[in-house]
């Protein structure tokens, strides 16, 4: 069993920054595939950021030179660096990790970009 705990949204204005952290209980190094999604309003959830096995980052068109993903091991911690935050970017925030076959999810974090 994975749990996944998410800190770091919040309000902030267009053009501004906000650092997602996501926890994890258990070694990230042991995940094959760690990563964050979100939910706006009224919309399917989407892939935002994953690292899989470690090492390969992928990124939503809509969020590539803007968001950077990134691990610590030592905090067995997931980062999601979200830069040049646009309207659009608002929504639930989800990390995710998937590890021998089984998906866990956190309990999300909202983030708000408005003026």
């Known amino acids: 069993q994975v749990q996944l705990v998410e800190s770091g949204g919040g309000l902030v204005q267009p053009g501004e920054s906000l650092r997602l952290s996501c926890a994890a209980s258990?070694?990230?190094?042991?995940?094959?595939?760690m990563g964050w999604y979100r939910q706006a309003p009224g919309k399917e959830r989407e892939l935002v950021a994953r690292i899989i096995n470690g090492g390969i980052a992928n990124y939503a068109d809509s969020v590539k030179g803007r968001f950077t993903i990134s691990g610590d091991n030592a905090k067995d911690t997931v980062y999601l660096q979200m830069n040049s935050l646009k309207p659009e970017d608002t929504a639930v925030y989800y990390c995710?990790?998937?590890?021998?076959?089984?998906?866990?999810w956190g309990q999300g974090t909202q983030v708000t970009v408005s003026s």
């Open positions: 995710y990790a998937l590890k021998s076959g089984t998906n866990y």
């Open positions: 258990g070694s990230i190094l042991s995940m094959n595939v």
